[in-house]
């Protein structure tokens, strides 16, 4: 049987607020295996499929099918980026009502990083559902984080415009638990090079600095090898899939062989 709803169509030209009547078929719902499992991976069924099909259309798709008038996925992102980044402040609010909005601040930050959603992307099941061109198909991007990121943002967004905020919380809520937990557990929130500056400048007068010393795969999956240093002498040494996250993780293994080295008081 068709399913039939009536949705606001707030994505339309004519503005938010218009209203359009959609059928969707159990047919057009089921016609793509990867597009099913991923609706029911959302736990949400689409009354307008199309905003589903689009959030996993990426722009390399649409400039090989041009006579198609295929729409790609980057409006859906930029409103899904917003929802994400509400939604995940209002989840770190109501879940830790002891933090103060640095530690807020910096936990949201780190559940909507590109490297956290593309691995929530990646359980989520986006990946065999993209819509990509051949070259960019040929290049990895099924796998590419940026991608992944990118299409989870629209993903939200879609959802956000076919069920609204209800159907988002009931989504990204059970999905960013396990990343806030890793963060709070492992420290990754805290900004560890400034730490270890600071530690550095106030009980040695000498500030530290890092270098990339290796750096490993290919340039859609790259890992990089960092060191902290002490003047020549290596403190720390960290591993992360951008220099950035490399540094912080050198820097907090430089903090934990200060802290070993430290006499008991």
Not at 19 to 27: D, I, N, P
Not at 104 to 115: G, I, K, Y
């Amino acid at each position: 049987m068709p399913k039939r709803g009536r949705v606001l169509d707030k994505d339309s030209p004519e503005g938010a607020g218009s209203e359009l009547l959609v059928v969707t078929t159990r047919a057009e719902g089921t016609a793509d295996p990867n597009l099913a499992l991923l609706q029911d991976a959302l736990g949400h069924q689409f009354c307008d499929f199309d905003l589903l099909r689009r959030a996993v259309t990426h722009p390399s798709f649409v400039n090989e099918h041009p006579q198609d008038r295929v729409r790609h996925n980057q409006r859906l992102e930029f409103l899904g980026d917003a929802v994400l980044d509400f939604v995940a402040g209002e989840w770190v609010f109501r879940r830790f009502p002891r933090f103060d909005e640095g530690p807020m601040t910096r936990l949201r930050a780190a559940l909507v990083r590109t490297e956290a959603l593309a691995q929530i992307a990646q359980v989520v099941g986006i990946g065999p559902a993209l819509r990509l061109g051949r070259g960019e198909e040929a290049s990895g991007g099924r796998t590419r984080a940026a991608n992944l990121c990118d299409a989870f943002e629209a993903l939200v967004g879609a959802l956000y415009l076919d069920g609204g905020l209800p159907a988002v919380r009931r989504f990204v809520g059970p999905l960013i638990a396990p990343v806030a937990q890793a963060t709070l557990s492992a420290e990754s929130d805290v900004d560890c090079k400034s730490r270890l500056q600071e530690r550095c400048q106030a009980e040695m007068g000498v500030t530290p600095r890092y270098r990339i010393v290796a750096e490993h795969g290919p340039d859609h999956q790259k890992s990089f090898v960092a060191e902290a240093l002490l003047n020549s002498a290596v403190l720390g040494r960290g591993v992360g899939h951008s220099k950035q996250a490399a540094e912080q993780a050198a820097a907090r293994a430089a903090s934990h062989s200060l802290a070993n080295e430290a006499p008991a008081s």
